[in-house]
């Protein structure tokens, strides 16, 4: 049985009251499985990224639960809702969110010592990570040496450090041209594979279809969800 790794049960969110209250999801059931990566797509303003920050547990819903690896966000302190952001959850922006000041190790290995790791025992972690996205030699280096894609592979890194299992990502190759954006999502369906989770948040079908499943979103509500074909059947000499 696959293992199950966020569920969004009945989740609503609204914003203002009265005459200036505004719905921006409405109702949303969604699962996520281990290895397994989930596109959501639709027009600006549906609630795509809404979904995103309330799924990572940044947001609180107005009503409905989100469940991380078995746990009840709206049953968690805030103390302990932190610690399941850094332990269990990634998160990949489309703007990367680098400290500039900090090496790429020292980037990728934040969420760690923010959890308390010693430098020294975050170091190898952080560069287990930063091998799986082929930056291994970049380590030293800072955000200002790096192209985009190379920054947002950084950012990746980032999302999976420690093994975290789940990895929410938002239009992260919408500053990116078209190669360097195939690699970054190459680079997300690798981590998957390997066993994470993922939340893809785009407008582009072709990223979508890096995906196990897009859901379209429409007016905070899901409207609609479909299985993608291998990549390999839309794009000549593209693999998974």
Avoid: C
């Avoid at 302190?77 to 969110?97: H, I, K």
């Amino acid at each position: 049985m696959t293992e199950e790794l966020l569920r969004l049960d009945g989740v609503s969110m609204q914003y203002g009251t009265g005459e200036t209250r505004v719905t921006a999801l409405s109702g949303i059931d969604l699962t996520v499985s281990r290895g397994e990566l989930v596109a959501v797509m639709g027009a600006s303003g549906s609630g795509k990224s809404t979904l995103l920050t309330v799924a990572g547990g940044l947001t609180t819903p107005t009503s409905g639960e989100v469940i991380v690896e078995g746990n009840w966000l709206s049953q968690l302190s805030p103390r302990q809702l932190a610690t399941l952001r850094r332990r269990s959850l990634g998160f990949v922006f489309q703007d990367f969110n680098l400290i500039p000041s900090l090496t790429v190790l020292e980037n990728v290995t934040l969420p760690l010592e923010l959890d308390g790791f010693p430098g020294k025992r975050a170091k190898r972690p952080g560069l287990d990570a930063l091998a799986s996205v082929e930056l291994l030699d970049k380590a030293d280096r800072y955000p200002v040496d790096l192209s985009g894609g190379q920054q947002q592979r950084v950012a990746i890194a980032r999302a999976v450090v420690g093994g975290r299992s789940l990895i929410l990502a938002d239009e992260p190759t919408g500053a990116l041209d078209s190669t360097t954006g195939e690699v970054v999502l190459r680079m997300l369906r690798s981590r998957v594979d390997a066993g994470a989770g993922g939340i893809l948040v785009t407008h582009d079908a072709r990223h979508a279809a890096w995906a196990d499943r897009i859901v379209f979103i429409r007016d905070g509500r899901l409207v609609d969800e479909a299985q993608t074909p291998p990549v390999t059947t839309l794009f000549e000499g593209a693999d998974r």
